[in-house]
């Protein structure tokens, strides 16, 4: 059965500090994998992910692939409170279809 | 428009009615997805269209889900005889059709079935 698993599930950090977020995924005929912001309902779009070992960046956001070992990490630098959210993660498989298998997501909560 | 478009932004209906929630894709998305999302869960995909055809409806949870998307563009999910259980948000999400593109959301219909 296919898998994907975010750690932790919520956090909680002082604005100004940097954190990483974690996504692991078990899943036959892997593509891509993507991550979400998701602040009140509709989930945004981040990055991403279809090569190991490239980082994308976006701002104080960036995001890496291991396809070896199954996860990506996702890391905010300088963290300000509207960085406060959910952040879900969801992988692709190969196919007829783009539909997304999306982990139960990361709540991170920045306090000033 | 710009965006996804979904209404309502909120139903509340009681148990055992009917209900139909509606989207509008980004013009010109042939692909359009509806996800279900619980409280303190990730969304759960429940049906893919290409164009007017349901391409994979392997996700819904019974037979009182249905979704139609006659003309390739707006599209309806409908859920009869609801049930407490079926309170969650519904989000729907296009893309162009083409692999390895994301898909943009809407803001969701939050049910809540009493």
């Known amino acids: 059965e296919d898998k994907v698993v975010q750690s932790p599930l919520s956090l909680v950090v002082h604005e100004g500090d940097t954190v990483t977020l974690n996504c692991s995924y078990e899943v036959t005929n892997f593509r891509s994998l993507l991550w979400y912001k998701q602040e009140k309902k509709a989930p945004t779009f981040l990055f991403m992910l279809?090569?190991?070992?490239i980082e994308k960046k976006s701002g104080r956001l960036s995001s890496i692939l291991d396809k070896k070992e199954l996860f990506s990490i996702l890391n905010i630098t300088a963290t300000q409170t509207g960085d406060s959210a959910i952040y879900l993660c969801a992988v692709v498989r190969s196919g007829a279809t783009n539909k997304l298998i999306f982990g139960t997501g990361t709540l991170l909560a920045i306090q000033p | 428009g710009a965006g996804v478009s979904q209404t309502p932004s909120n139903k509340v209906t009681e148990k055992g009615k009917y209900v139909e929630l509606r989207c509008d894709p980004i013009?010109?998305?042939?692909?359009l997805y509806w996800y279900r999302q619980s409280l303190g869960q990730g969304p759960e995909f429940l049906i893919y269209?290409?164009?007017?055809?349901?391409?994979?409806d392997s996700g819904l949870p019974n037979d009182r889900f249905f979704a139609v998307r006659p003309e390739g563009s707006v599209s309806t999910l409908k859920i009869q005889r609801t049930e407490r259980g079926d309170s969650a948000v519904y989000l729907c999400a296009s893309s162009p059709g083409h692999q390895n593109t994301e898909a943009f959301f809407g803001q969701g219909t939050r049910l809540t079935v009493v």
């Open positions: 279809t090569s190991s070992g």
């Open positions: 269209f290409q164009g007017t055809g349901a391409a994979d």
């Open positions: 013009s010109g998305h042939t692909a």
